[in-house]
C-alpha cells in the first residue's frame, strides 16, 4: 500500500497527513500564512521532512480548506464538509452527527456507515459561531485559546453577551473588563455565546447517533461542555488523533481511495 | 446567445437603448406581479429593475440601513448613481417590506440627489391573497394603474390594445415552455447559465424583438446533439430573486452539474400559463398575476407551492435543489425551510443558503457550499423515495 497525503489549507491553521494502510505515518500543523499556496508548500514540507518522504513517494494528495483551489502539487481538491465528513468517521467509527468549527466557517453534517456527507449545515457570512470569534476574544481577554476553554468550568456567574456579532461581542468584552468582571465569567460567557450559535445549526441537521467535533474549537473544553448541555446529547471525544486533523486525514482517506481504485498518478 | 448576455449582465443594454434613443417612453417595475402588457399596449418599453453591476453601497445603505434585502438596496444604489437616468417611470410594488420600502426610500433619495426619481413614479398596490376581496381589490388597482399611465402618456390603453399585447406576450410563454422542455430531456443540450440568461433578457427586452431572438436560437437548440448533462447532477435552483448570471456559472462551474430548471423571480417560472386572448383582458391579467401564487408573499399557498414545486422537480428531473435566500429575506428564507424539510423527508437532497445579493459577493461560501453539495448528490446517486423521473 502506497502513502497517499491529506493537505488542508485553513484561514487559521494550515495542516497536512501522510498515511498508509489507513494509519497516520506523519501529520503537521502551522499558522496559516497570507497566501494559502506558501501555507500549503510549507506544511507539506514539514510533514514529508517528519516522515522522511518526499513528494513522489505520494501516490495520491487531495487539497481541502478554504485555499484548497490553491494547492499545487495536489492531484485534485475536495471540500472541507466531504473531508470532514470521512475524517471524523475514521476519528470514531460509530460518529452519525459532525460539527466542525474552524477558523471562518462552522458547519455540521451528518454521514453514513462511510463517512458520505448527507444533510448539512454552514454558518453564513459571519464571524459568530466560528474559531475566529474566539481567536478575538481571547486575545482582547489576554488569555490563550485553551485557557479560555477552561474559564467556563471556573465561572460562578457567566455573563450574558448581547450579541453575538464579533465586533460588537468584542465591545461588549471589553466594558465587561472595565467594570471589573471576573475573567472567568466573561470568559464563560464567550464560550456561551459559541455554543448558542453552534447549537442553532447542529438542530438544523437534526442531530442522531454519537456527535464528534472536530476542527480546532474541539479542543475548547467551555464551549463543548455549554454545547452538550445546549443540546442535551453528549459529545464524543476523538482520541485516535488530534480532532483539528479531521480535515486532512478525511483528504488522505479520500487519495487513498482514489489511490485504490487505480486513479494514481 | 451574445443579445441575451449583454441584455441580462447591463443595466443599460443596447435593446433598452436603442428604444431609448427613437424617442419613446421607458418605464421600470420592480415586481413580477405586475403585467408588463399593460405597458406594451401603452407603446411603452416595460424594464424590470434590476442591482447588477453595482459596485458600492453608500447610497443604498444610507437610506435603507443594514438590516435589510440587498436587492432593493442595489436598485436604489444604481438610482442614486443616476444607471436608470434613461427611466420615464418606475413603478414600486410590495413584492414584500424591503421592495415596498423602496418607493419611499427613492422618493427621500431624492431630495438630497437631484434628478433620480423618474417623472412618473407610482406605487403600484398587491394584495398578499387572491381571494374574495383580494382579487376585487387587485383589479382595482390594475384600472388605477392604466388610468394613471393613461393620464401621465397621453394614451389610450383600449381592450384591443391590451389583448393583443396578451398575445404577443403568450408567444413568449410558449417559446420559455419550449425551453424548459429542452432542459427536461434527459440530454440537455443547453447549459442552465444560458438558459437563465435568455429569461432574464425577456425581463428587459422589446417583446418583438426578445421572442425573435429566442425563436431563432431555439431553432438551433434544437439541432444540437451535444449534450451538456453527461454524468452530471441535475440542479434545480429555487428562492430569493435573483437576477444574476453568476451564480449559474459558479454551479456549472465544477463541470459537475447542471442546472436544468430554476423557481426565481427572474427566471423560467410562469411557463406554459397562457392567458385568455379572448374576453376581458384586465380580467385575465388579474387572475393570472395574482392567482398564480408562485411567491411566498402570497398568504396561506405553501401547499400548492410545494406540489408545484414537486411537478417541476420530476418534470425536469432534478437530481437535487439549491434553495438561496438573500440575508433578511424573510418571505423566501422561511419558505426554504419549509421546502427543505418537505422534500428532503421525500429523499430529494436540498442545499439551502443564504447570501448577499450582488455580482461576486459571497462567492468563495457560496462555492464551498455548492462543492460540498455537489459531492453529497456524487455518492448519493438518484434521489429515493417520493422521486421518478418523468420523461418530458
Keep these: 500500500m502506497p502513502f497517499v497525503a491529506g493537505c488542508d489549507v485553513g484561514s487559521l491553521t494550515s495542516k497536512a497527513v501522510i498515511m498508509k494502510n489507513g494509519k497516520i505515518v506523519a501529520d503537521a500543523i502551522i499558522k496559516s500564512r497570507a497566501r494559502p499556496g506558501d501555507s500549503a508548500e510549507e506544511v507539506m514540507g514539514e510533514v514529508l521532512g517528519r516522515a522522511n518522504l518526499t513528494q513522489k513517494d505520494m501516490v495520491y494528495c487531495i487539497g481541502t480548506g478554504y485555499g484548497r483551489d490553491k494547492i499545487s502539487f495536489v492531484d485534485e481538491s475536495v471540500s472541507e464538509i466531504s473531508c470532514h465528513g470521512k475524517g471524523a468517521r475514521w476519528l470514531l467509527p460509530s460518529v452519525e452527527t459532525v460539527i466542525d468549527i474552524g477558523g471562518q466557517d462552522c458547519k455540521t453534517m451528518k454521514i453514513d456507515a462511510d463517512g458520505n456527507v448527507g444533510r448539512f449545515a454552514a454558518n453564513d457570512k459571519c464571524a459568530s459561531g466560528t474559531g475566529r470569534f474566539l481567536e478575538v476574544m481571547a486575545r482582547v481577554l489576554h488569555v490563550g485559546m485553551d485557557e479560555l476553554g477552561k474559564l467556563t468550568a471556573r465561572s460562578r456567574s457567566p455573563i450574558t453577551l448581547a450579541s453575538t456579532c464579533t465586533v460588537w461581542a468584542q465591545a461588549d468584552v471589553i466594558k465587561y473588563i472595565n467594570s471589573g468582571v471576573p475573567i472567568e465569567d466573561i470568559g464563560a460567557g464567550i464560550n456561551t455565546a459559541m455554543a448558542a450559535r453552534v447549537a442553532i445549526l447542529v438542530n438544523a441537521v437534526k442531530p442522531s447517533g454519537d456527535i464528534l467535533m472536530t476542527g480546532g474549537v474541539a479542543k475548547n473544553i467551555g464551549v463543548v461542555s455549554t454545547l452538550e448541555k445546549l443540546l442535551g446529547m453528549k459529545i464524543k471525544k476523538a482520541r485516535k488523533a488530534d480532532p483539528q486533523m479531521a480535515g486532512a486525514i478525511g483528504a488522505a482517506l479520500l487519495a487513498a481511495h482514489k489511490a485504490d481504485t487505480g486513479e494514481r498518478r | ?332 428564507g422561511a419558505e426554504n425551510a419549509l421546502f427543505e424539510r418537505d422534500l428532503e423527508a421525500l429523499g430529494i437532497p436540498c442545499l439551502r443558503v443564504e447570501r448577499e445579493y450582488g455580482p461576486h459577493i459571497d462567492a468563495g461560501r457560496m462555492r464551498l457550499r455548492i462543492g460540498a453539495f455537489l459531492e453529497r448528490l456524487s455518492v448519493a446517486g438518484k434521489p429515493a423515495g417520493g422521486v421518478q423521473r418523468r420523461t418530458a
Design chain 2, 1 to 332: 446567445m451574445d443579445v441575451f448576455y449583454e441584455a441580462a449582465t447591463r443595466v443599460d443594454c443596447r435593446p433598452i437603448m436603442e428604444w431609448k434613443n427613437s424617442g419613446r417612453p421607458v418605464v421600470g417595475y420592480t415586481c413580477s406581479y405586475t403585467p408588463a402588457e399593460i405597458f406594451y399596449a401603452a407603446g411603452i418599453l416595460p424594464v424590470r429593475l434590476r442591482g447588477i453591476e453595482t459596485d458600492g453601497m453608500e447610497v443604498g445603505d444610507t437610506y435603507f440601513g443594514p438590516f435589510i434585502c440587498s436587492f432593493p438596496k442595489c436598485i436604489l444604489q444604481l438610482a442614486g448613481k443616476g444607471k436608470f437616468s434613461f427611466l420615464d417611470g418606475a413603478i414600486i410594488t410590495p413584492g414584500c417590506d424591503g421592495m415596498r420600502r423602496l418607493d419611499e426610500c427613492w422618493r427621500k433619495a431624492g431630495e438630497d440627489y437631484e434628478g433620480i426619481v423618474p417623472d412618473y413614479f407610482y406605487y403600484f398596490d398587491v394584495p398578499h391573497k387572491s381571494e374574495n376581496h383580494g382579487m376585487d381589490w387587485y383589479l382595482e388597482e390594475l384600472r388605477l394603474l392604466v388610468k394613471s399611465i393613461e393620464d401621465h402618456f397621453h394614451v389610450e390603453i383600449t381592450d384591443e390594445k391590451l389583448l393583443n399585447a396578451i398575445a404577443v406576450f403568450n408567444k413568449g410563454r410558449r417559446l420559455l415552455r419550449e425551453l424548459e422542455d429542452l432542459r427536461s430531456k434527459d440530454d440537455v443540450v443547453v447549459s442552465g447559465t444560458d438558459a437563465f440568461a435568455a429569461a432574464v433578457a425577456g425581463t428587459v427586452m422589446p417583446r418583438e424583438e426578445y421572442t425573435r431572438y429566442l425563436e431563432g436560437w431555439l431553432s438551433d437548440l434544437k439541432e444540437r446533439k451535444a449534450s451538456f448533462s453527461d454524468g452530471k447532477k441535475r440542479i434545480m435552483v429555487v428562492g430569493s430573486v435573483s437576477d444574476e448570471i453568476d451564480l449559474f456559472e459558479l454551479i456549472e462551474a465544477r463541470k459537475t452539474a447542471v442546472v436544468v430548471a430554476e423557481n426565481l423571480c427572474f427566471g423560467i417560472r410562469y411557463e406554459g400559463n397562457e392567458i385568455p386572448e379572448t374576453g376581458d383582458p384586465m380580467a385575465s391579467l388579474a387572475a393570472h398575476y395574482l392567482g398564480g401564487s408562485v411567491c411566498p408573499r402570497m398568504f396561506g399557498k405553501y401547499k400548492e407551492r410545494l406540489q408545484m414545486l414537486k411537478e417541476r422537480i420530476l418534470r425536469s428531473g432534478a437530481d437535487g435543489l439549491i434553495m438561496q435566500n438573500i440575508r433578511f429575506c424573510d418571505l423566501h
